[in-house]
């Protein structure tokens, strides 16, 4: 089924620290979202890339798509305690109606 | 002023029970959505609505009935419920379903216990 792979699927890291996770995909996309998830929350939208887009930046949030290696990634600079949540991708593929959420990376930040 | 909200935020209830979970967006958006998060916090799509029509039904057992009594309003009735209908089920609006401009405004959550 059409869905976006997440890579770490668990990552921890020191307060200060960058973090990188990646999203790769199958088929070709409208476009690709981030979304964060704080522990029993809902998810909150983050940014979206358009497939027409190669990068994009939102604060300390830096997005990348490469659509001829179907895959993106998400960089968080100078990372916070605050930054600890569950980061998914999410995809809109074309005529789908829909957004394909992957599996999500737990991301935990260390003070 | 909260965008998507949903009611109540925990439901425990005994198996065989009938039980509803209401959603109201007041963002003006035109699509709204049903999804089920399990404990390993994949998330799939239920049902989604745009301006009051079912265009989304996924591969959902007939115990769940969604109902969208208008564009703001999407509400979740499950019969008889099963064990392992327990999970987090998260409301979720956008103001378009594809394209530009779809991103998702999702809801706090209702977590399901069946016992």
């Known amino acids: 089924s059409q869905q976006g792979e997440e890579d770490p699927q668990a990552l921890s890291i020191q307060e200060g620290e960058n973090a990188t996770m990646n999203c790769s995909y199958k088929?070709?996309?409208?476009?690709l979202q981030w979304y964060r998830q704080n522990s029993g929350r809902g998810l909150v939208h983050l940014i979206l890339?358009?497939?027409?887009?190669r990068e994009k930046h939102s604060g300390r949030l830096r997005v990348t798509l490469d659509t001829s290696k179907k895959s993106s990634s998400l960089l968080i600079t100078a990372s916070r305690a605050a930054d600890t949540a569950s980061y998914f991708c999410a995809l809109d593929f074309y005529g789908n109606n829909r957004l394909a959420f992957g599996k999500g990376n737990q991301v935990v930040v260390i003070p | 002023d909260t965008a998507v909200s949903q009611t109540p935020k925990y439901l425990v209830t005994q198996m065989g029970n009938d039980k509803s979970i209401k959603c109201e967006q007041n963002l003006g958006h035109d699509t709204m959505y049903w999804y089920k998060q399990d404990s390993k916090k994949f998330l799939k799509i239920m049902f989604s609505y745009n301006n009051k029509e079912l265009i989304i039904n996924e591969t959902v057992p007939n115990r769940f009935s969604p109902k969208s009594p208008d564009k703001a309003h999407l509400n979740l009735h499950i019969n008889s419920l099963e064990l392992g209908d327990s999970a987090v089920y998260f409301c979720?609006?956008?103001?378009?379903?594809?394209?530009?401009?779809?991103?998702?405004?999702f809801g706090p959550g209702t977590r399901l216990t069946v016992l």
């Open positions: 979720a609006s956008s103001p378009r379903t594809s394209g530009a401009y779809n991103e998702q405004f």
């Open positions: 890339i358009r497939s027409n887009e």
């Open positions: 088929t070709s996309i409208n476009n």
